[in-house]
C-alpha cells in the first residue's frame, strides 16, 4: 500500500492510495466522516431570551457552530477520568450576553479556553431589537458523527483510479467538449488524455464517442483517488491521521477479544 498528495487546496486534500482494496478505502471513509471526534455545543442553558428566535432554535444553531477541535488538550466524555460527571479536559464553558439593538456574531461568544474560538467569525447566529436581551451558557464537548451530524469532522470519498482508452473517435471535438472535468485535449485528430487524474468517471466520453466503444473508460479496484473536505475544525491530515489511529484501536481491541 501507498499514498501520493494529489492536491491540497485549503481545507480540501486529494491524495492517491495505491495497491489497496475497496474494503479497506471504505472502512477509512466511514471512520473518517462517522468516528473522528470533534467539537461542538451539546447543551445549552438560556438564562435570558427574548429575542424572536425560540431557544430551541437558538440551541440548534448554536449546536451547528463549527468551532475549533484540539483533540491534544480535549478527550471524550465517555473516556474521560471524571467518567462522564464533566471536567475541564472533557468540557468547555461558552457563554454570551448581549442586549439590543444588534446583531449578535459568533465572534462574540465568549470561549472558557483562549485557544478554541467559532472557525467563521462573521456568522450570524440572531438579530436582537432595542430591548431585547439574550443571555446563556453552553457547553461544548468531543462528539461523532455517529452521534449527531454537528460532530462529523468532514466528507470525505473516493473513486477508483481511470483508464481511459481512445481509438480511431470520429467526433473527436463533441467527446472533448462531453468532459465536465476537462480529461481531453484535441490534438491532431483524435481526443488525448491530458488530465487522467481529474476524472469522475461520469461517463461522458463514452456516451458522446462516435462509433460506440471507441472510448472506453474503466476504474481500477486497487487504486484510489481519495479526497477529504475538512469543516475546518481539524485539517483534513489530523483527520486522516486520527482515523488510522481509531482503525488501529479496533484492531487491537479485535486481538485481544480473539486472544480470550
Ligand atoms: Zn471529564
Not at 5 to 20: H, R, V, W
Not at 77 to 97: E, F, P, R, V
Not at 180 to 205: D, R, S
Request: neutral net charge.
Amino acid at each position: 500500500m501507498d499514498i501520493k498528495p494529489i492536491t491540497k487546496q485549503g481545507n480540501k486534500l486529494t491524495f492517491l492510495l495505491k495497491d489497496s482494496n475497496p474494503a479497506f478505502a471504505n472502512t477509512l471513509r466511514r471512520i473518517m466522516i462517522s468516528e473522528v471526534p470533534t467539537m461542538a455545543i451539546k447543551r445549552v442553558t438560556f438564562v435570558k431570551n427574548n429575542s424572536a428566535l425560540f431557544d430551541e432554535v437558538l440551541a440548534h444553531r448554536l449546536g451547528m457552530l463549527p468551532i475549533i477541535t484540539d483533540l491534544s488538550s480535549y478527550v471524550q466524555s465517555d473516556k474521560c477520568s471524571c467518567k462522564g460527571a464533566g471536567c475541564a479536559k472533557c468540557q468547555l464553558i461558552i457563554t454570551l450576553k448581549a442586549e439590543g439593538p444588534l446583531t449578535v456574531y459568533a465572534s462574540d461568544l465568549k470561549f472558557q479556553d483562549p485557544k478554541i474560538k467559532a472557525i467563521y467569525a462573521k456568522m450570524p447566529l440572531v438579530k436582537l431589537l432595542k430591548g431585547q436581551e439574550l443571555e446563556f451558557e453552553a457547553v461544548a464537548t468531543l462528539g461523532t458523527g455517529k452521534e449527531h451530524a454537528k460532530f462529523s469532522s468532514c466528507l470525505a470519498h473516493y473513486r477508483g483510479y481511470p483508464k481511459i482508452n481512445v481509438d480511431k473517435v470520429k467526433n473527436p471535438e463533441e467527446v472533448v467538449k462531453s468532459c465536465p472535468t476537462n480529461v481531453f485535449e484535441l490534438k491532431g485528430k483524435q481526443p488525448v488524455v491530458v488530465n487522467l487524474e481529474a476524472c469522475i468517471l461520469c461517463m461522458g466520453c463514452v456516451d458522446a464517442a462516435d462509433p460506440k466503444g471507441s472510448v472506453t473508460v474503466e476504474s481500477s479496484e486497487k487504486d484510489f483517488i481519495f479526497t477529504i473536505e475538512s469543516w475546518e475544525k481539524l485539517s483534513p491530515e489530523e483527520i486522516l491521521s486520527k482515523a488510522l489511529d481509531i482503525l488501529d484501536e479496533k484492531l487491537d481491541e479485535f486481538i485481544l477479544q480473539v486472544s480470550k
